[in-house]
């Protein structure tokens, strides 16, 4: 990510050099109350606003602090998503959350394997190769959540019986039709206008049927999606596991992991067109440090307890291949 370089001379207006350099100058100046103390003191202000601010000691302490900055709110950045994404993990069903645990288990695998490899940082927190496993954990568990939501909305609609409610409100409609037309030819004008009011009311009950059967039939298509997505997506990331487990070269991972993230780009504009899912499509924070795909120690736990597989730990990714070999 591209920064734009700090104004060092506005950077010294407001630093602590500046507050002790004008009382070393322009202060003992005035103290002095002699002239050419004065004018020898703000000479040397002068100066010290043309050459300190580009000096190396004064430029090295203005970059730590913005870094110092910087990183505090990447760090705040991954934070919030990490209580955005342990929120949604706490908010599946038992199988599904254990579904996104044992995926989450499958990158550790793929942590463990490529451990010698980092291919540009010698950082994991900072690995871009890494952090594409989080964009892929993050949008399987998206597709989770969505997946979730559209079963509670077909379970719900589905206990009304819309078609059986559409086949006779359309029934209906043919049964006041006739009978308005029988209005009609007695020439009944009050009960004709009653009657009017009373099939308009019907009719624009059906139409509202229509509509929620319509959703209906478009939630089922989309579940089949995401069902089918989820599958492609768990499938791609076991690829990539044997990948790194089978080869041990980080080029060719590398290049896996390109190619399932670029498979995504559909994915992610399906997902943003789906407006009643918009709490659920967010993209990863703007930030260079990984955010991670493992959930919180309690909602690991709470899994666990369920009979789920555990997560690898990333600190003994190094024993673990010990351990194998």
């Known amino acids: 990510m591209e920064q734009q370089a700090p104004s060092y001379r506005g950077e010294f207006l407001k630093s602590p050099q500046h507050a002790v350099f ?5 202060g003992l100046g005035f103290l002095s109350a002699e002239l050419l103390p004065l004018i020898a003191g703000a000479t040397l202000y002068t100066l010290g606003w043309i050459y300190l601010p580009d000096m190396g000691f004064f430029r090295h302490w203005v970059d730590r602090r913005h870094d110092s900055v910087k990183r505090a ?3 705040q950045k991954v934070a919030d998503f990490a209580r955005k994404r342990d929120a949604l993990i706490a908010s599946l069903g038992q199988e599904r959350r254990a579904r996104y645990l044992r995926l989450a288990q499958v990158c550790g695998d793929i942590e463990t394997a490529s451990a010698d ?8 927190a900072t690995d871009p190769r890494l952090r594409k496993l989080d964009e892929l954990m993050w949008t399987f568990l998206r597709l989770l959540g969505i997946e979730s939501s559209l079963e509670q909305f077909l379970e719900t609609e589905q206990r009304e019986n819309l ?13 006041l039709n006739t009978e308005l037309e029988t209005f009609k030819s007695k020439g009944n004008t009050a009960a004709l206008d009653t009657k ?15 509509k929620r059967a319509e959703r209906c039939e478009q939630a089922q298509n989309n579940l089949q999606l995401v069902l089918s997505e989820q599958d492609r997506l768990e499938q791609q990331i076991k690829l990539i596991r044997a990948d790194a487990v089978a080869t041990k070269n980080a080029e060719t991972l590398t290049a896996r992991i390109d190619a399932t993230v670029e498979h995504l780009d ?7 067109e789906m407006d009643e899912f918009k709490d659920l499509v967010g993209d990863l924070p703007s930030t260079e440090l990984r955010v991670g795909y493992r959930s919180a120690p309690a909602t690991v736990a709470a899994t666990q307890n369920s009979a789920a597989p555990p997560v690898i730990e990333p600190a003994k990714r190094r024993e673990g291949v010990k351990q194998r070999q």
């Open 196 to 210: 009017q009011r009373y099939l308009s009311s019907r009719m624009e009950r059906l139409e509202v049927l229509r």
């Open 22 to 26: 004008g009382l070393l100058t322009l």
């Open 266 to 272: 559909q994915t992610n504009k399906w997902l943003s």
């Open 73 to 75: 709110q990447e760090l």
């Open 163 to 175: 078609p059986s409610l559409l086949k006779e409100g359309e029934a209906e409609i043919t049964r």
């Open 117 to 124: 490899n980092l291919l540009a940082s010698a950082d994991p």
